[in-house]
């Protein structure tokens, strides 16, 4: 298990894998490199948000090796809704923090509201500018959470503009980045670990549904990436507990 | 590390929580230095044994003053877990080290009895101790090394409480019994020394357990 800086402008993992104390493996030998725009896409619990958390610094990795560069900006899943900072005052502290200027991101993104008031006053959409403007102010290289969570039309497309040519590690579902390269974290199959299994004839029924192993009252399903939310949707309406989707 | 320092108290200002301690101890020290509290340094021994649960407070509240999301955001911006627990540690002993200066200052001016500037240095120092070693012991039981804040509450508050009777076995107990015994000590400084050891090892864990 290593981590350093230094590697040029993108990320570097070698052989990662995390699991999150004694719990299943969330990502198992995964060799990435990230030089340019890297869309990360699959399907629910297959270890998309772990990845970018490894790739960002915020997690380490079980083992496995991660280079990546001094200035890296982090967009999360979901940004915080009861910051009681005002938003101006939450991105000169970061800017200072990161020795940066501010950018005019929130401009870009067609920022509506008060700077000054506390950001829990913000709707959702315009925290998230909020975010990305934080994210923006790194140099190297953005770790990007579903970034176009909340936004309008319009700011999800100018967010597509400023990250052309940017060295980016994206996740995300709605195939915002058509151009960019496409990472599948899915690896062809999703496993979902079912407890309290009723209707299993149902499950093996459903379209996606790759194999069924029962075991007691419990069941290993594994399906095809595409279908997995429709599959665990299913499952969750038939009664039966979900322990883990990898 | 300053911006990150500056950060992380303004954003303790903000969220507001650390009144509840702040008042905690304003109220007691008025109780105490209601009437004449006795000799100098005897006298600093009550606010001194008040310091030290309520920097274990701050600690908590510093520590845990950002959710989890946002730490996450500023471990990064900040370039590591590290720098951002080590920035943590700074800011609640600032804050530790303005209660000290407070109860010092409250002392000289409440006390009927003058005291020479030697006096205030010893009583600066043991309330700065005490603070350390609040710090630590908060910093020791709080995120990211206990994820759970009631797990915090309930791990600082019996080491707290069990601190008292312990007496001259713990590093607490060294400093408040020289100011007890109304003199200044050596022991003082090596209660320091482990206060800064409790400091430093929140820290260390800290960035182990991410």
């Not at chain 2, 019994?177 to 430093?200: E, I, P, T």
Request: hydrophobic letters at 50%.
């Amino acid at each position: 298990m290593g981590t350093a800086c230094g590697y040029l402008d993108g990320v570097l993992l070698d052989q990662v894998s995390k699991r999150y104390g004694r719990g299943p493996w969330v990502l198992r030998d995964l060799t990435l490199e990230v030089s340019g725009l890297v869309v990360l896409t699959g399907a629910n619990g297959t270890g998309k948000s772990t990845l970018l958390k490894i790739a960002a610094g915020v997690l380490k990795p079980s083992s496995g090796r991660v280079v990546r560069p001094a200035s890296v900006g982090y967009v999360p899943e979901r940004f915080p809704s009861d910051v009681k900072m005002s938003a101006s005052s939450y991105l000169a502290h970061m800017g200072r923090v990161r020795r940066a200027a501010a950018k005019d991101v929130l401009e870009r993104l067609g920022f509506v509201g008060s700077l000054t008031a506390p950001m829990a006053e913000l709707s959702k959409g315009n925290a998230q500018k909020v975010a990305l403007a934080q994210a923006f102010l790194a140099t190297d290289l953005l770790v990007l959470d579903e970034p176009w969570t909340g936004l309008d039309p319009e700011a999800a497309a100018e967010l597509c503009v400023m990250l052309e040519g940017r060295t980016a590690l994206v996740s995300d579902h709605e195939g915002h980045l058509a151009s960019a390269t496409r990472v599948d974290l899915a690896g062809g199959h999703v496993t979902i670990e079912l407890s309290r299994v009723v209707g299993l004839d149902a499950l093996e029924a459903l379209e996606g549904v790759q194999s069924v192993l029962s075991r007691g009252s419990s069941a290993r399903v594994v399906v095809a990436p595409d279908r997995s939310d429709q599959v665990l949707a299913e499952a969750l309406r038939l009664g039966c507990s979900v322990r883990s989707v990898r | 590390m300053i911006s990150l320092v500056r950060y992380l108290a303004a954003d303790v200002f903000r969220g507001q929580r650390f009144l509840a301690p702040l008042l905690v101890f304003l109220g007691v020290m008025g109780m105490l230095f209601a009437y004449d509290p006795g000799p100098q340094l005897s006298a600093y021994s009550g606010s001194a044994a008040l310091i030290y649960p309520i920097c274990a407070w701050l600690a908590v509240v510093v520590a845990t003053s950002e959710d989890v999301v946002r730490r996450e955001i500023t471990v990064v911006s900040a370039g590591g877990w590290s720098r951002v627990l080590s920035a943590v540690a700074v800011t609640t002993v600032l804050f530790g080290l303005g209660v000290a200066v407070v109860a010092t200052v409250w002392a000289v001016v409440a006390s009927p009895r003058p005291y020479t500037f030697g006096e205030f240095l010893a009583g600066l120092g043991a309330h700065g101790v005490c603070a350390l070693l609040g710090a630590g012991v908060g910093l020791l039981f709080a995120r990211p090394v206990f994820d759970a804040i009631g797990r915090t509450v309930l791990a600082v508050f019996a080491v707290v409480v069990f601190t008292y009777p312990l007496g001259r076995w713990t590093p607490l107990g060294w400093v408040l019994d020289v100011l007890g015994h109304n003199q200044f000590s050596l022991a003082v400084l090596w209660a320091g020394v482990c206060g800064a050891v409790l400091v430093s090892g929140a820290v260390v864990l800290g960035v182990r357990r991410v």
